[in-house]
Structure formats: structure tokens, C-alpha cells
């Protein structure tokens, strides 16, 4: 069943037109357009490097179809520098407003005065909390549960909201075939401690500075 639905979604997909950064009237169009699927040895070879498992749904499209194009993950090259700092930049991001921003979480107990030791506390939580996995730019699917169904975030520093409360829906969205209330109607599955920030947004401080 599950893979009737990707092939579907990828039907959906193809062709569908995006533009990314600074968009103005010259911006290009791009097409999301596919590779063949990866195979289960790819699969199996990206999980054991990143230490990892793909939930059931992306695992599905992954190896219906790949993706490929501006801000699409390369699964094909797991090694790669750009995919490491995708995979990166949820953790990066955190460290950024705890130096730059003032962040930190109460349920960290009192910031240590070190910016190092703050930061190891803050890593030791990312670490053991679920691995966001890159689906599209900076929108993420968490790896826990393994099961489908898993909300996809738009991460930005800790600005992190759900942007599709499945990966389906989220898709549909980002590529114009559906609208954003639609692609986030209903109580997304929370997510042991990204669900936590998100909650949380209304008492965290409007960033002062960005990343670039």
C-alpha cells in the first residue's frame, strides 16, 4: 500500500515548479524531476553511515524515486560534504541563537557561564533526541518513530515550525499541489524534544541575528 502512495506522490510531483532564495522576477524555475530509486543496498549503506533509519514512508519514496535538483538531498553520495552539513544544521542552528540570541531552555537547568559548557549541554540534548533527516531546503522529517506518518519541520535556527503534518501533505505544499492549512490540519505527531521548542515558541526571544 505504502508504495502505490509513493508512486502516486511522485506522479503528483513531477514537473511541479519551485524558485528558492532571494525570488524576484528573474529568478529561475526549476522542475522537481527524479533518478531511478535507490535500492535496498543504498538504503541500507546511508542508515549505516548516518546511524539512522529512513521512516517507512520516506524509505518508500526514496526507493520509488529519487529526488533530485537545487536543495535536494543526494542520497547517492552519503559522504559528501553538502549532505553532512544538511544533517548539521538543525544542531548549528541552536548553537547559533545560544551564542548570538540568548537562547537556552529551562529544562537545561542553569546556562553554565562558559559558552563551551552551554553548548555541550545543548548538544548532549540534540544527540539523543530523534535525527532530523533533509527532505527539501531547510525542511526536515524526524528518523523516530520509524513508522510513517512522522510531521516534517521547517527548521531555521529555533525558529522550527511543522510545515505538513505528514510527509506527503508537506510535499503536496511545498510544491504548490496543496495549500499550507490543509497541509498542517490536525494534531501532528509530537516529537520527543522538537515537538518541545515548538510548543515553546511563544516564550522563546525573536532571534536578533540570523545565520547566513
Wanted: aromatic share 12%; proline share 8%.
Amino acid at each position: 500500500m505504502i508504495e502505490n502512495e509513493s508512486q502516486s506522490l511522485v506522479e503528483d510531483l513531477r514537473g511541479a515548479t519551485f524558485q528558492f532564495g532571494v525570488v524576484t522576477r528573474d529568478s529561475p524555475l526549476h522542475r522537481v524531476e527524479f533518478d531511478s530509486g535507490l535500492t535496498e543496498s543504498e538504503i541500507r549503506t546511508v542508515e549505516a553511515h548516518f546511524d539512522f533509519r529512513f521512516p517507512a514512508d520516506l524509505c518508500a519514496l526514496l526507493q520509488t524515486a529519487l529526488p533530485r535538483g537545487p536543495l535536494f538531498p543526494d542520497w547517492r553520495m552519503p559522504e559528501s560534504t553538502a549532505l553532512a552539513d544538511r544533517l548539521a544544521w538543525p544542531f548549528d542552528g541552536i548553537a547559533f541563537d545560544i551564542e548570538h540570541n540568548v537562547f537556552w531552555l529551562d529544562s537545561w537547568g542553569p546556562r553554565p557561564a562558559a559558552l563551551s559548557d552551554a553548548l555541550a549541554v545543548a548538544r548532549a540534548t540534540v544527540e539523543s533526541a530523534p535525527r532530523l533527516i533533509p527532505i527539501f531546503g531547510h525542511r526536515y522529517l524526524p528518523a523516530e518513530p520509524e513508522a510513517a506518518g512522522n510531521p516534517v519541520f521547517s527548521v531555521y535556527q529555533t525558529d522550527i515550525i511543522c510545515y505538513g503534518v505528514d510527509l506527503r501533505r508537506y510535499l503536496l505544499c511545498e510544491f504548490g499541489r496543496l495549500d499550507f492549512a490543509e497541509a498542517t490540519r490536525g494534531e501532528p505527531r509530537r516529537i520527543r524534544f522538537w515537538t518541545d521548542i515548538i510548543d515553546g515558541d511563544e516564550e522563546l526571544p525573536n532571534p536578533a541575528l540570523q545565520r547566513t
